[in-house]
């Protein structure tokens, strides 16, 4: 069943595009979203929505935290945000709401628009925002802190950034001796002929073997907890992480998170790009950016097409400490997103998380688009709102997904809702989200 098509800001909307399981029905009870990113149900079931904000010049609006009314209009809650809006999460009458910035911060906000900071210095400002945050376990707050960098290295690849931020570079959470590898890359800051950049240094920082960068609290590539009252007591549960899409926790209390891994290109280019869900443990370390999916990047499989068989880049590696099994592995382009754990047997059983799959940005992979059931403990998944026809609506024109980003139920575990990100443009700069085409999905049982 499918509820009516409509048509706005040049993009078409039709439920009827999007397969759902027998006896549940799909429609769209928000659209024109700009580049949402995040969605959440207060106490009174009522919907707020994070949308991302726009940082260019040309078209600068900040992120902002709106909620929806029954009439389909929005309100302003909060919107004096440096950077980024990428999560929200409710929690007991107020929003933590992560904004990507340098530096990142994970914010309370109230109804009244008043906002305080919580996390405070997280940094931010690289290739990979922060996610979350996720409100769990003994009362804590979690948050995944991207990596800068593809694999460790900052290189003309991060020159977007780094003339704005120089100074920013991957920070280990714990102390890592270094094999004394350094890459070598045109100098677009200093002016010199050649720069020499070690991992975890500065753009144009060499390292020598045996140096001992030390770990810090907050690091980069890791998930990190705190008390959401103050903020204090920050520690690193895992590290060796690098884009943290998302985290969710399952009732028993054990967290799982997204990660997406490293790609063919920078100064140290890995061919693995492969997507996977993890289970979260304490003290963990998941490889980056030596292993992946607990194998050595040194494996005949990670060279690139294009340049050499990468590296180690660390001495020495916690090898005690390496998960080297994960929940699942998707194939490069899947576009893993957002997930929650069933509170409904009208959904699932308590073991199947909802993940969004976004897709392939370039739109030149058809393996995303649609919302999955995933059983945690067997890895097993299969589709449950999906595109009729595959791919992103605006290239099928069918009106169906474009880029599902977030899937979230409401207070009462009976109604899911899907954030879709909206239209993705390719531009000169590379792919961009066409303001005002996002959509929120409510799907519901009807039997």
């Not at 991207?146 to 780094?162: K, Q």
Request: proline content about 7%.
């Amino acid at each position: 069943m499918a509820a009516p098509e409509r048509v706005f800001a040049g993009r078409h909307v039709n439920p009827g595009a999007i397969r759902v399981p027998d006896g549940f029905v799909i429609e769209a009870v928000a659209t024109g979203l700009n580049i949402p990113s995040g969605v959440e149900f207060d106490e009174e079931n009522d919907i707020f929505i994070t949308e991302m904000g726009s940082l260019s010049a040309s078209a600068y609006q900040p992120g902002r935290v709106i909620q929806l009314r029954p009439d389909g209009s929005s309100l302003v809650v909060a919107d004096r945000f440096r950077g980024a809006l990428t999560g929200i999460t409710y929690v007991r009458g107020s929003f933590f709401v992560s904004e990507h910035a340098v530096p990142s911060t994970v914010w309370q906000v109230f109804g009244d628009g008043s906002m305080f900071p919580v996390l405070e210095d997280l940094p931010g400002g690289g290739d990979h925002p922060i996610s979350g945050p996720l409100y769990a376990n003994s009362e804590l707050v979690y948050v995944g802190v991207g990596s800068m960098t593809n694999s460790g290295v900052v290189g003309p690849d991060n020159e977007w950034w780094l003339r704005k931020h120089p100074h920013l570079h991957d920070i280990p959470a714990v102390d890592v001796t270094l094999a004394g590898r350094n890459y070598d890359s045109p100098d677009f800051l200093f002016g010199r002929e050649t720069a020499h950049t070690g991992p975890f240094k500065p753009f144009g920082a060499p390292c020598v073997e045996g140096e001992v960068v030390r770990g810090s609290i907050p690091a980069t590539g890791c998930i990190v907890r705190a008390d959401p009252r103050d903020g204090e007591g920050m520690d690193v549960i895992a590290w060796g992480l690098r884009k943290v899409t998302c985290l969710a926790a399952h009732q028993d209390g054990r967290i799982f998170c997204a990660d997406i891994g490293m790609d063919e290109w920078g100064s140290r280019p890995v061919a693995d790009g492969r997507e996977r869900i993890w289970w979260v443990l304490d003290n963990a370390w998941y490889g980056w950016p030596d292993y992946a999916g607990g194998m050595p990047v040194t494996a005949a499989h990670f060279k690139p097409r294009s340049a050499s068989q990468p590296e180690f880049l660390l001495k020495d590696h916690p090898m005690d400490n390496l998960i080297r099994e994960p929940v699942v592995t998707f194939p490069r382009g899947t576009g893993l997103a957002k997930m929650e754990f069933s509170r409904s047997r009208m959904f699932a059983d308590e073991n199947i998380a909802f993940l969004a799959l976004s897709g392939d940005h370039h739109g030149i992979s058809d393996r995303g688009f649609r919302v999955i059931a995933l059983n945690v403990n067997t890895g097993e998944t299969e589709d449950f709102a999906t595109n009729i026809d595959p791919g992103p609506a605006s290239m099928t024109r069918s009106g169906g997904f474009e880029h599902p980003i977030d899937v979230r139920f409401d207070r009462t575990g009976e109604t899911m809702h899907i954030l879709d990100l909206g239209v993705i443009e390719m531009t000169q700069s590379g792919p961009s989200v066409a303001p005002g085409t996002g959509v929120l999905w409510r799907v519901s049982w009807v039997g």
